[in-house]
């Protein structure tokens, strides 16, 4: 199968969509951030030294979704028209879920991902004075639909 972001001569190229009808378009991405518990304990007291992770880490991965085609060379600019992120508190870890919604010629993948891993980052940063164990794990797509296709994750990589 050719690489659909790779011209006649090997260089690299943006995918002409131009021809593709646009659609309703929604994708779901998410990852983990796994730390000590009482680093959840003091998220959870609101005791963390540089404030509220959660709401910085929400509104940063809704600002990053919009900033995608700027951060991911060949992405195409979308006219996302909605995106959410939330944030799970688990005893051990904080599962992070970022949806993304456009009606467009291509997929909002790559938004979602982005919004799940920058979400992630500012969660490590703003815990980092407490807990310089934290691993950020397991960013995935979880499901797409519009286009050619919907998908969902096989329920053993949910």
Same mark, same amino acid.
């Given at each position: 199968?050719?690489?659909?972001h790779?011209?006649?001569?090997?260089?690299?190229?943006?995918?002409?969509?131009?021809?593709?009808?646009?659609?309703?378009?929604? /994708?779901? $991405? =998410?990852?983990? %951030?796994? !730390?000590?518990?009482? +680093?959840?304990?003091?998220?959870? &007291?609101? *005791?963390?030294?540089?404030?509220?992770p959660?709401?910085t880490?929400?509104?940063?991965?809704?600002?990053?979704?919009?900033?995608?085609?700027?951060?991911?060379?060949?992405?195409?600019?979308?006219?996302?028209?909605?995106?959410?992120?939330?944030?799970?508190?688990?005893?051990?870890?904080?599962?992070?879920?970022?949806?993304?919604? /456009?009606? $467009? =010629?291509?997929? %909002?993948? !790559?938004?979602?991902? +982005?919004?799940?891993?920058?979400? &992630?980052? *500012?969660?490590?940063?703003?815990?980092?004075?407490?807990?310089?164990?934290?691993?950020?794990?397991?960013?995935?797509?979880?499901?797409?639909?519009?286009?050619?296709?919907?998908?969902?994750?096989?329920?053993?990589?949910?």
């Amino acid at each position: 199968m050719p690489l659909s972001h790779v011209d006649e001569a090997g260089r690299l190229a943006m995918v002409d969509v131009s021809a593709k009808p646009p659609t309703d378009r929604t /994708a779901t $991405a =998410s990852g983990i %951030v796994h !730390m000590q518990p009482a +680093t959840i304990a003091a998220i959870r &007291a609101r *005791t963390t030294p540089k404030g509220d992770p959660l709401e910085t880490a929400r509104l940063a991965g809704i600002l990053a979704a919009k900033q995608t085609d700027r951060l991911i060379p060949l992405c195409h600019t979308l006219p996302l028209a909605h995106v959410n992120v939330e944030l799970a508190l688990e005893t051990d870890h904080i599962a992070i879920t970022a949806t993304a919604r /456009a009606h $467009a =010629s291509t997929g %909002v993948e !790559m938004e979602a991902l +982005t919004a799940v891993s920058v979400a &992630a980052l *500012t969660l490590f940063d703003m815990c980092k004075a407490v807990d310089r164990t934290m691993r950020i794990t397991d960013i995935q797509v979880q499901s797409k639909t519009g286009g050619k296709s919907d998908w969902n994750a096989p329920p053993n990589e949910a």
